[in-house]
């Protein structure tokens, strides 16, 4: 069984800066995964940020960077806001199966 | 603008059966694929099924598969999820999800807001 590992969770200062990893058992994450990054607030739906690795939605704000970091897929956050405190999830792709990650809860504090 | 509507959820008793919707408007259905996600109570997310722009091609997570099946009526402009053999384990909020891009299902684009199942005796 694929599993996808993310940090349970992260804290981060207002105005700082934060990477969120995204780990596969089946080896180094590439693009061929198709790294897919949402984010989710309480009592919301999750909303999509990242796809294909590195390319933004017309709606994900500028400080959200995706990239492959070490053999894994990256979220990077760049003058963390406190409105982006929420949870983080990954979505890799595996031909004809998907797997989320566990999610990183992102504390900004 | 893109909306995702599902409907069908509710309180149901193991091993029994229940169908779950999801009307789209906004974009042209039938040139897109969707996918069902799931979300246990205080858990995270889980994807259970996509389904490509056709309905030609179906794909299952194996913690469903030969119990779940998802189809489509581009007709309709709705998405469906028939839910058999259920479990407590099944209960969550069961999301569709857009794909972005025509043909291809890899990336996931609008949610809808969700429908609760809860599996219980």
């Known amino acids: 069984q694929t599993v996808v590992t993310q940090e349970p969770s992260l804290t981060v200062s207002p105005g700082g800066t934060v990477t969120l990893t995204c780990a596969s058992s089946t080896g180094a994450v590439t693009s061929g995964y198709y790294p897919n990054w949402f984010q989710q607030k309480p009592g919301q739906a999750p909303r999509a940020l990242i796809y294909?690795?590195?390319n933004k939605h017309s709606w994900t704000p500028a400080r959200f960077s995706g990239s492959l970091l070490g053999g894994k897929a990256a979220l990077t956050l760049s003058g963390v806001q406190p409105e982006d405190e929420a949870d983080y999830y990954c979505l890799l792709y595996y031909g004809d199966t998907w797997v989320f990650g566990g999610g990183t809860k992102l504390t900004v504090l | 603008q893109v909306q995702l509507v599902e409907s069908g959820g509710g309180v149901v008793q193991p091993g029994r059966s229940l169908r779950l919707s999801c009307e789209v408007s906004?974009?042209?259905?039938?040139?897109?694929?969707m996918h069902w996600v799931r979300q246990a109570p205080g858990k995270g997310l889980e994807w259970v099924a996509v389904?490509?722009?056709?309905?030609?091609?179906?794909y299952y997570a194996d913690s469903v598969k030969g119990r779940f099946t998802i189809s489509r009526d581009n007709s309709k402009n709705t998405l469906y999820l028939q839910m058999d053999s259920l479990r407590a384990e099944d209960t969550a909020v069961y999301y569709c999800?857009?794909?972005?891009?025509?043909?291809?299902?890899?990336?996931?684009?609008?949610w809808g807001q969700g429908t609760l199942v809860t599996v219980s005796s």
């Open positions: 389904i490509s722009y056709d309905g030609s091609n179906k």
């Open positions: 906004g974009f042209t259905f039938s040139d897109y694929g």
């Open positions: 294909t690795t590195s």
């Open positions: 999800a857009k794909v972005k891009e025509i043909v291809v299902v890899t990336t996931i684009e609008y």
